[in-house]
């Protein structure tokens, strides 16, 4: 464990803190991560500012009981409201289905979607079916699409003289149905159809667009292909969380928690990784749509932290994975003041406001947050929780390093690069 603190998070943490860069880590493992059990400690800071929180709050008609909140630094426990209840917290769910699926894929896995044939290609069209066997892809869209059919172009096919077949988990455009994602690539893969909108967006001159024209009807169901043409892969783990972190990306995060295995297995995986009571993680599925997804303030912390821990040995961080204050402008992080250098993960509902994540100070190290509010006035809300946590970091020290938190510069390859050609192999 100790090993995973030698380099990068921790020997910046050192920089801020004062503390020459060859200081034992084993003695800053406090300030790095969430650990449990916790012990609590004497904070009249946190204590006084979180207090006037939740007085103004409670001035505001809401009741400090139904406010979640935990605040820790390592081992040490800063505040607590309500910390180990669990509570509707919105989407404060992709934390765990991100745990859950770095668990079980690993930061750098590429689903694969695999494009086969029924037929033969003869003049020029196929004859037979097009099969686009899913794998899971949560992030396929108009460019990858576009590629594809360039790629079978190619290979020398203009019209499929069958049906496109749709089978196992493919989703286009964040269309959950799989009938509607097929029809979608379907229009995407003729570029003749397209309408003056997608013309606009992918019809540059300087682009190549595929006119391969698909004389049945899109299917769903099983299919027994006879020749592999396409295998395509999607892009890495790291970079597809960290897009639906920002954008908070309801059917990206529920198709993932899908090809895990449901909710119960995305608890099991991120209360096992996270060392935490399943008790305080309670989903029924993997975004966080509806009250019915509850989470503790602890739990929320303890995920985010594992995800931390566990990326360290890959040179990765949590600000690969979720929205980095003054890195990240879109998405989530739009209209927010969140403290410089946080890193956050947001939830919103109808009377729900939650915001989790890490804020760096200069005192007391990384320190972690969550903070999960009942009540209506949801804008009001996320102003108080960036007050309080500006009010946090300035008086534990807001002069810190840029570089303890950051985002690693991942180059994203282009869709054309992550096309493998099969036909004709083996």
Not at 85 to 93: D, E, I, M, Y
Not at 143 to 170: H, M, P, Y
Not at 291 to 300: L, V, W, Y
């Amino acid at each position: 464990m100790l090993d995973l603190l030698s380099a990068g998070l921790v020997s910046g943490w050192l920089k801020l803190a004062g503390l020459p860069t060859s200081f034992d880590p084993s003695e800053m493992i406090a300030h790095t991560t969430v650990q449990t059990p916790f012990w609590r400690s004497n904070d009249p800071t946190a204590e006084k500012l979180v207090k006037d929180y939740l007085k103004f709050l409670n001035s505001q008609g809401l009741k400090s009981d139904e406010q979640g909140i935990w605040l820790q630094s390592g081992a040490n426990l800063l505040f607590s409201n309500r910390g180990t209840t669990p509570v509707p917290a919105a989407s404060l769910t992709k934390i765990a289905t991100s745990l859950a699926s770095l668990q079980t894929w690993g930061a750098n896995h590429q689903f694969e979607t695999l494009i086969s044939a029924t037929g033969t290609i003869e003049n020029g069209t196929l004859q037979g079916d097009l099969i686009i066997q899913g794998g899971g892809d949560p992030l396929f869209g108009w460019e990858d699409a576009i590629a594809i059919g360039n790629a079978l172009q190619k290979q020398g096919i203009k019209r499929v003289s069958g049906n496109l077949i749709i089978t196992e988990s493919f989703m286009m455009s964040f269309r959950d149905e799989a009938a509607k994602s097929g029809e979608l690539l379907k229009k995407a893969l003729n570029s003749k159809i397209w309408d003056e909108e997608i013309r606009d967006e992918f019809g540059a001159k300087e682009m190549i667009r595929p006119t391969i024209e698909i004389k049945g009807n899109v299917q769903t169901g099983s299919a027994n292909p006879t020749q592999v043409l396409l295998k395509y892969r999607s892009l890495p783990l790291v970079q597809l969380l960290k897009y639906l972190n920002v954008h908070s990306q309801n059917e990206m995060s529920q198709l993932l928690a899908d090809n895990l295995g449901g909710a119960k297995t995305v608890i099991e995986k991120a209360s096992q990784a996270a060392n935490i009571s399943p008790d305080e993680l309670r989903l029924v599925n993997g975004s966080g749509l509806g009250t019915d997804n509850r989470i503790s303030p602890h739990a929320a912390c303890a995920m985010f932290a594992a995800i931390e821990r566990m990326m360290h040995p890959l040179n990765l961080s949590i600000a690969d994975f979720f929205p980095t204050s003054g890195v990240d402008l879109d998405g989530t992080m739009e209209n927010r003041t969140i403290p410089k250098h946080s890193v956050i993960k947001t939830g919103t509902l109808n009377q729900v406001s939650a915001l989790a994540g890490v804020v760096p100070t200069r005192d007391r190290g990384l320190v972690w947050f969550a903070i999960i509010n009942r009540g209506t006035d949801i804008l009001e809300l996320r102003h108080q929780q960036d007050l309080l946590l500006q009010a946090l970091q300035k008086e534990w020290g807001s002069d810190v390093d840029a570089t303890v938190i950051q985002p690693t510069e991942l180059k994203q390859t282009a869709p054309e690069q992550r096309i493998e050609i099969m036909q004709n192999r083996g």
